[in-house]
């Protein structure tokens, strides 16, 4: 099964990369889970992802196929919307 791929949808807006927050929930995963989850997280690029709110608000942007590709992708993205920005 592939992941969409909702760059296009997402591109004037921040991107973050996915990580695991700290919740009520995930304080109760196992040590193996929290591992595997954080792999897929840390691949994973999302728009609208707030702690605040536990990221329930976030959206897929793209699941790349590394943690190191995706940080990549969210840097490049993040700088060239910072620099089409009216000053």
């Known amino acids: 099964m592939s992941t969409p791929d909702n760059r296009l949808k997402f591109n004037n807006v921040h991107w973050t990369q996915g990580r695991v927050l700290e919740t009520r929930t995930t304080r109760r995963w196992s040590k193996p889970t929290l591992e595997q989850v954080s792999r897929i997280e840390r691949r ?7 702690a605040h709110d536990e990221g329930r608000s976030r959206e897929l942007v793209y699941q790349f196929d590394s943690a190191e590709e995706c940080a990549k ?6 700088k060239v919307l910072a620099e089409a920005l009216p000053k």
């Open 44 to 50: 994973t690029a999302f728009a609208h992802f707030y």
């Open 73 to 78: 992708a969210v840097r490049e993205h993040n």
